[in-house]
């Protein structure tokens, strides 16, 4: 008998009919012999629509009451998946009188505990007293995905897309033998088959490569989630809700075994949503660069590319990109950095620009796969803006305009198209 965590996303969940999917589906796992948890998603659409309810109020929503807002669509969800479940058990008659199917849980039901960084806290620990009993009585508990409590008994959320954190933390407190994340795709693909048409599904890949491609953009799963699986060895099973085929495996790198070696480059990511800042005449000297990227860490702004040019006459210039979304509060730290500190700064902006990156832990080992990439942008008249690179991942920043073009011509340039 396996203990398997079902995390159902938005789409999953998305209308009273994928509802009742969901819970013949848990209920047929289930029966299969296996120990069932899920954990849901709000009902895609509906985080963003509480996002924007409380955009028209402030532009910058910051505080308790926001993460309680935004949590609520985790609730509805929960309500009515384990309402579903427990009408399904009925109908089938699988069920002893007066007994139940499922429970429906809440973050602070369960004890979901997190720090009290509003909007992206983390998760500290979970308590699993309440989810073993539920589960020694094959009582399948819907746990709502996404949401926590702090010590002072504030509801907290994990950051958009978090209730893959959630599952694979719940997965990882209870030692599950697998964690399904049933996503409205049938799994992790070689690039984003909207901008490429050649894009493949991968059937395996490495938490390594999991992690850069998530953190490039490409949204089947939370970042955070593979770096909790990875820490605690999980396999990840990213697969489709609408079609019952496998999905993609996400794994160790040794589990990979000598497949990898042959993969140089496993995908291509790109993120539409950059931002250049450019700030300029800043006087040069030592704990410069750490005031201004301190300021912006304790905003919780991740800042991504970062270069700093050769000073000249004592005066340094340093660009680096945000993503969109705190575009604004990036802008506003600095206006106060220049109030306060370096009144000389000028800053420049740069939005409309993407990031397309190649992905692959072969690129350890192979030489070459950077020009590579260079030339294969420069032959598609595609030109380069910024550049970084690490030990897997080499990334470009260029127009947002040139993204689609970008993607086809790395997928291709990079033998992607080709079956795995
Ligand atoms: N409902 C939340 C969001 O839309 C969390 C999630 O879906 O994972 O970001
Ligand atoms: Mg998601």
């Known amino acids: 008998m396996a203990l398997v965590v079902q995390k159902f996303g938005g789409t999953?969940?998305?209308?009273?009919?994928r509802i009742q999917h969901v819970a013949r589906w848990a209920l047929d796992s289930q029966a299969r012999g296996n120990d069932i948890v899920l954990v849901v998603s709000a009902m895609s659409g509906e985080t963003n629509r509480l996002v924007e309810l409380a955009k028209q109020i402030h532009p910058m929503p910051d505080s308790h009451e926001y993460d309680l807002l935004i949590a609520s669509g985790e609730q509805v969800a929960v309500g009515l998946v384990t309402l579903a479940i427990n009408t399904e058990a009925e109908k089938r008659g699988s069920l002893k009188k007066g007994q139940l199917a499922a429970k429906g849980l809440l973050g602070y039901q369960v004890g979901i505990f997190t720090d009290n960084i509003f909007?992206?806290?983390r998760i500290q620990g979970i308590d699993t007293t309440r989810l073993k009993s539920l589960i020694s009585n094959q009582i399948i508990p819907v746990i709502a995905g996404f949401q926590g409590v702090d010590s002072e008994s504030n509801i907290t959320t994990l950051g958009r897309g978090g209730s893959d954190t959630s599952a694979v933390a719940i997965a990882a407190a209870l030692k599950a033998d697998d964690c399904e994340i049933y996503t409205d795709v049938d799994g992790v693909y070689t690039t984003d088959p909207r901008l490429c048409r050649e894009a493949r599904k991968m059937s395996r890949i490495s938490y390594e490569e999991m992690m850069e491609l998530a953190s490039?953009?490409?949204?089947v799963l939370q970042i955070r989630s593979v770096e909790l699986a990875a820490k605690y060895r999980l396999p990840l099973h990213v697969r489709s809700s609408f079609n019952p085929v496998e999905g993609t495996r996400v794994v160790s790198q040794e589990l990979l075994g000598?497949?990898?070696e042959q993969v140089v480059v496993a995908g291509v990511a790109a993120d539409g949503a950059q931002?250049?800042?450019?700030l300029q005449n800043i006087t040069d000297g030592p704990g410069v660069v750490a005031q201004i990227f301190g300021a912006l860490s304790r905003a919780s702004i991740v800042v991504d590319v970062i270069v700093q040019d050769?000073?000249?006459?004592?005066m340094l210039t340093i660009s680096f990109t945000v993503g969109r979304s705190d575009h604004l509060k990036a802008r506003?730290?600095?206006?106060e950095l220049k109030a306060k500190t370096f009144s000389s700064l000028r800053i420049a902006e740069e939005s409309d620009l993407a990031k397309v990156s190649v992905v692959g832990v072969g690129m350890q080992h192979h030489p070459g796969v950077a020009s590579k990439m260079f030339q294969l942008l420069a032959d598609a008249d595609i030109n380069i803006k910024l550049i970084t690179t690490s030990e897997i991942k080499i990334s470009c920043l260029i127009a947002a305009e040139k993204t689609k073009q970008a993607v086809e011509c790395l997928h291709r340039g990079f033998d992607l198209n080709r079956a795995d």
């Open 12 to 17: 999953s969940v998305g209308t009273i009919e």
């Open 119 to 121: 909007s992206k806290a």
């Open 216 to 219: 490039l953009g490409a949204k």
């Open 258 to 260: 000598g497949q990898m």
């Open 275 to 278: 931002v250049k800042l450019t």
């Open 310 to 314: 050769i000073p000249s006459n004592g």
């Open 332 to 335: 506003q730290v600095l206006d």
